[in-house]
């Protein structure tokens, strides 16, 4: 007997073995996440290949499971059926208006210890039947992560941003200077000409992209800095000024301007030209069907 049109060829729990075999990477794995045998794992994937026509997978013995690029795009889509599917089954239930499962939310690392731990304090209070699983990354790996269905949202810059993400603003950020004690501008009063700066060495929070930007900011003042030292952790960062290694330019000011050897850093605005402010948002990838806790914490953290 034929199906209805709409009536698909394939089950929820065909989709559920599917998106296990692609986050663990093996049948044995996901076999004992859904407690079933491998055998019949293995026949669930095989099903929803054949009601899909189309190869999702390479079985390898020994070696794993291989998603195709056919897998690789029905994976997203799978994720937010499932998705779907469970929260159709809690509005079922009468549980319709509790906000409660999982969100992934992925965070630029510069954010992370200066904003997030009061936002997600803050949320779990108020819906405490909701779980987050947080991620640090660069935003090159936050968009990859976003649109493979592994995060929910993320908390980023608004620089060289997607045109694929929706974004919501949560608050701004002005670029500051980082100084040393004594470094010879610490003691000046009021802002300080970054310009400057040009033949003093740098130390360069080199994350996209804030790479870019603390780049960009130079070239408007008028020169390209001496970067001496780069790297990618935001307190390393200000370890190195406060050692005297040299200066840098950071968007985030954490309340106390002591390193973690308990060095003091001095933290000055900069003058004209005065660099353009950089907003912080919540970002979600536009083709996202979000869960209601992706939504009650989107909601939560732009009120």
Same mark, same amino acid.
């Given at each position: ?58 079985r390898r013995r020994a070696r794993g499971v291989q998603l195709t690029p056919t897998g690789e795009a029905v994976l997203s889509r799978a994720r937010a059926l499932l998705q779907q599917a469970g929260e159709l089954q809690t509005d079922a239930s009468g549980a319709g208006g509790v906000v409660a499962g999982p969100i992934a939310v992925g965070c630029y690392p ?15 209070? &108020?819906?405490?039947?909701? /779980? ?8 090159? *790996? ?7 269905? &592994? ?74 800095? *001496? ?14 000024? $406060? *050692? ?17 050897? $308990? ?13 353009? /402010? ?12 979000? /869960? ?12």
């Amino acid at each position: 007997m034929p199906r209805p049109d709409n009536v698909p060829a394939y089950t929820m729990r065909q989709l559920a073995a599917f998106v296990a075999v692609a986050e663990t990477g093996t049948i044995s794995g996901a076999a004992e996440r859904m407690h079933l045998s491998q055998s019949a794992l293995s026949a669930a994937v095989t099903d929803l290949e054949k009601a899909l026509k189309a190869q999702l997978c390479v079985r390898r013995r020994a070696r794993g499971v291989q998603l195709t690029p056919t897998g690789e795009a029905v994976l997203s889509r799978a994720r937010a059926l499932l998705q779907q599917a469970g929260e159709l089954q809690t509005d079922a239930s009468g549980a319709g208006g509790v906000v409660a499962g999982p969100i992934a939310v992925g965070c630029y690392p510069a954010l992370g210890p200066t904003i997030l731990p009061s936002m997600l304090y803050a949320f779990t209070t &108020e819906y405490p039947r909701a /779980s987050v699983e947080f991620r640090e990354d660069t935003q090159n *790996r936050l968009r990859t992560e976003l649109e493979g269905g &592994e995060l929910d949202v993320a908390i980023v810059y608004d620089l060289d941003l997607p045109p694929d993400w929706q974004t919501v603003p949560l608050m701004t950020r002005e670029p500051m200077v980082v100084l040393g004690a004594e470094h010879p501008l610490a003691g000046v009063d009021g802002p300080v000409r970054l310009a400057d700066l040009a033949e003093h060495p740098m130390v360069l929070l080199d994350a996209p992209p804030s790479t870019n930007h603390a780049m960009d900011v130079c070239r408007q003042a008028g020169f390209a800095p *001496r970067v001496a030292y780069r790297t990618a952790n935001f307190e390393t960062a200000r370890a190195f000024v $406060g *050692r005297g290694l040299g200066w840098t330019l950071l968007l985030q000011r954490p309340r106390v301007d002591v390193t973690y050897e $308990g060095l003091p850093v001095v933290v000055k605005p900069i003058a004209e030209p005065k660099p353009a /402010s950089v907003a912080v948002v919540v970002a979600w990838h536009q083709e996202a069907t979000l /869960s209601r806790v992706a939504r009650a914490f989107i909601r939560f953290v732009t009120a």
